[in-house]
């Protein structure tokens, strides 16, 4: 007997819906198991297993276990759906190892796909602090600030990350341009009145304290242990 036509013949089968399996009667017993998708059900546990493990994620990165961060890190990247969601751990993961140029490796190639995601900014600007780059870490943080639904809080994070790098004329900056920006003249006056002892400009600072205190008594405490400090 010739095999060529039966070779064909089981190849075409192959190709159509279901495979040969499904086309051929294999007689009593001879069935071929059918694999069945995974149910909602299934799929809801695996899924709902998934979003547990990223919470214990979290976790470990709020306690700085960058051990343990990194191993369970490396588990959950085996699932193609929490691809998105790593990105932001990938990035702290690499600033609690004080590896800030991989940081902002990461940030610059997130933010090519999620260019309106304020946290990319802003972990950018602070990695571009950690390695004295201020130029460019202003630039971050001003999309920080524009991607941010509030501007008035974003401000404040941008501020304070600048005054915590020892940069504050450039939290002066900021502090200046958002008054501008949003039609506040006493917006963050304490941390505006820090700024201005620091770069030593002291009349400055007296001027902006006054001014502080007369639209809100109640900060002389604050202004006392910032100004102090």
Known sequence: MKRGPILILTGLLLLLPGGIEAQVDRGPGQTLPRQHPPTLQQNGARLADLRRRLLELDRLLALQSVARAESLLEDLAQ?????????????RLAQLRGDHPRAVALCRDAVI???LNPALWRSMASSLLAIDQPDSARLAAD???AT????RSAGM?????????????ISLGIIDSLRVEMA???????????????IGQLDKAADEVVAELRFNPFNVSLLRTDLLE
Do not use: K
Request: glycine share 2%; aromatic share 6%; charged share 20%.
């Open 79 to 91: 699932h193609s759906a929490l691809a998105r969601d790593l990105i932001s751990r990938r990035i």
């Open 113 to 115: 796909s999620q260019p």
């Open 143 to 145: 999309m920080f600030m």
């Open 148 to 151: 941010s639904p509030t501007v």
């Open 157 to 169: 994070v941008a501020v304070e990350l600048f005054q915590m790098a020892e940069h504050p004329r």
């Open 184 to 198: 506040d003249p006493r917006y963050m006056g304490r941390q505006r009145a820090v700024c201005l002892v620091q």
